[in-house]
Every structure is written in C-alpha cells, then in structure tokens.
C-alpha cells in the first residue's frame, strides 16, 4: 500500500495513472458518438433546408407565371403563392441551413477532441494537464453548436 501527500491510501501505485488513461477513453468515445451525431444531424438539416427551400422557390416561379398568364389563372396562381410562402416561411423559422453549418462546426471540433485523444493514449505516462487539455477541446466542441468558430485554449482577455 501507498500513503500519496494527501493522506489517502493507495492500493496500487499505477490507480492515478489508470483513472486518467480510462477518462481519456471515456472522452475519446464521447467524441466518437457526439461526431456520428452531428455528422447525421448535419446531413438532416441540409436536407430540410432543401426540402422546404426549392418548393418555395419553385412555388413562387410557377404562382408568378401563372398570375401573369391570364385572368382566370389568378386564384391558382394565389394558391401556389400562398403555399410557397408556407414553404418559405417554414424554411425561415426552422433555419435549417444554420443548423447544419452548427453541425458541421461541432463534427470537426468532435473529431479534434477524439483525435487529440487517441495521440494522447499513445503515450506511455500520461498527465492531469493531458486531460485538462482534452478538456478544453470537449468545451470548444460544446460550444460550436452555439456560435461561431471556438478554439480551445485560454478566452481572450478583454481591454481594460
């Protein structure tokens, strides 16, 4: 048995070095599953930005040049440009298109956290600083589905 600094006692000299490996792992697979889902998710709002986009434009092409065409072509033609505002306004509310490029952002910031992951468990002797920076890439990751590109690392300081 080992006695650390703190007082409490160890059964096994290498438990720190195995707790720190098997987190690391957990966070790897975090990243893993979080990067499959945002890959799929992704790919859903492109196509429902697609889905709800093209109608619409498609719609409102098609009610134009049939209100033009002839008088009694009118009340077709307010029909389809009721439905392509429906389609437009459905594509506006549910922004599919910002979604996805939020999507797009995380599955990369997922990828680098699993990838840095992975080169850290190569090593032999790992290091509390090694998950700290693991860490901060699995916050950046979080962060993508809000904003803009996060990087991970220290924030910038504000002027003051």
């Not at 790897?28 to 619409?56: D, N, S, V």
């Not at 008088?71 to 599919?96: K, M």
Request: with cysteine; hydrophobic share 45%; glycine share 10%.
């Amino acid at each position: 048995m080992v006695t650390p600094a703190d007082g409490t006692t160890l059964a096994d000299p290498d438990e720190p070095m195995r707790r720190l490996r098997a987190e690391i792992e957990r966070l790897r697979g975090e990243a893993t599953r979080q990067k499959r889902l945002a890959h799929r998710r992704a790919e859903f709002w492109a196509k429902a930005h697609i889905a709800l986009g093209f109608p619409a434009a498609l719609l409102a092409g098609t009610a134009g040049a049939a209100g033009l065409a002839t008088a009694d072509a009118r009340i077709p033609a307010a029909l389809l440009a009721l439905a392509s505002a429906g389609f437009a306004a459905g594509a506006g509310f549910l922004r599919g298109d910002t979604r996805c490029r939020a999507n797009k952002r995380a599955r990369q910031a997922w990828a680098a956290l699993e990838g840095r992951a992975t080169v850290k468990l190569t090593h032999e002797h790992l290091t509390p600083e090694d998950l700290g920076d693991l860490l901060e890439y699995r916050q950046a990751a979080l962060a993508a589905y809000d904003g803009e590109d996060q990087q991970p690392g220290p924030a910038p300081s504000l002027p003051g």
